[in-house]
């Protein structure tokens, strides 16, 4: 197992863990107080190493692997403050709720150079942004950016705040839906999902990958809340499952080729009766 793998694997363990929460409280504050503890102690043993191995190496580092594990942490320290602060009443909640948009778009902003290069997953200036020695020389900013330190740089904080902030859109818009029970009505909840949730997830990236919605222009956020009203699921967290998704050992898309086989499948039985019954 190479230097970066080890915390491939340690990212799934605090995941579980984190997961593991609903189980011990009814209290939102308190799961959510938990699973900033257990991020908190999974960050600690996250460290660069002095020297890595290969460039490569340094890159995914400080652009995935630490910006990961920081991601986790401001994430439920904003939610935390979230919650504890939620006022009385629908109306009210409602208006707090979408204040919440307002600095996660002023950040966005600030860094929107770098937001469209995270979004866009580019990676041609890596060498100058995530290697420790790149970013020295290198003028691309007009905003100054956070303070790096031995286990992270600059352009990884950002990039992990990026991630929190998209985990805290996903929340806002979900809790606004079921405030104003928007998307709940004329649906016929006698139509189930009854896959896993991850394949659902899969299914709402593969058609966000494929432009097939709205011409290209629809959100993955906007896919995965048609979804789960669509079929009455909790697709929240459909960020975190996609990384999940994305460091699968054998085949990253299993629910989309298990589709294609059924499909072919039915389509050879319909050459044969015209009905394509399985």
């Known amino acids: 197992m190479d230097y970066n793998e080890q915390f ?4 799934l363990k605090m995941k579980e863990e984190i997961a593991a929460i609903g189980s011990t409280s009814s209290n939102p ?3 959510t107080e938990q699973a900033y503890l257990i991020a908190s102690d999974y960050c600690s043993k996250v460290k660069a190493s002095d020297v890595f191995d290969t460039q490569e190496s340094e890159i995914e580092f400080f652009k995935k692997i630490r910006p990961g594990f920081e991601a986790e942490l401001i994430y439920f ?8 602060s939620l006022p009385e009443g629908k109306k009210n909640r409602i208006k707090y709720l979408e204040s919440q948009y307002v600095p996660i778009m002023m950040y966005r902003r600030r860094y929107q150079s770098l937001y469209e290069y995270w979004c866009l997953d580019r990676s041609d200036l890596d060498q100058q942004l995530f290697a420790r020695q790149g970013l020295k020389d290198f003028i691309f900013f007009s905003r100054p950016l956070p ?11 950002v990039f992990a705040r990026f991630r929190a902030y998209q985990e805290l859109h996903g929340y806002l818009q979900k809790e606004l839906g079921k405030l104003s029970n928007k998307g709940v009505n ?5 139509i ?17 990958a494929s432009g097939a919605i709205n011409n290209g ?3 993955i956020r906007d896919i995965a809340t048609h979804l789960e009203n669509a079929f009455h699921q909790d697709l929240s967290q459909f960020y ?22 059924k499909l072919e499948r039915w389509m050879d039985n319909t050459d044969l009766n015209s009905r394509g019954d399985i």
């Open 186 to 190: 004329g649906i016929n909840h006698s």
């Open 147 to 157: 303070h790096g330190d031995p286990n992270s740089l600059p352009v990884g904080k």
């Open 77 to 84: 320290g904003e939610l935390y403050y979230l919650i504890s």
């Open 217 to 219: 222009n629809a959100s």
């Open 192 to 208: 189930r999902w009854t896959a896993t949730k991850a394949a659902l997830v899969e299914l709402a990236y593969a058609l966000k």
């Open 240 to 261: 975190r499952t996609f990384q999940e998704i994305r460091i699968r050992k054998n085949s990253r898309t299993t629910f989309l080729d298990r589709l294609k086989d």
């Open 29 to 31: 504050l308190v799961r």
């Open 8 to 11: 491939s694997h340690l990212f």
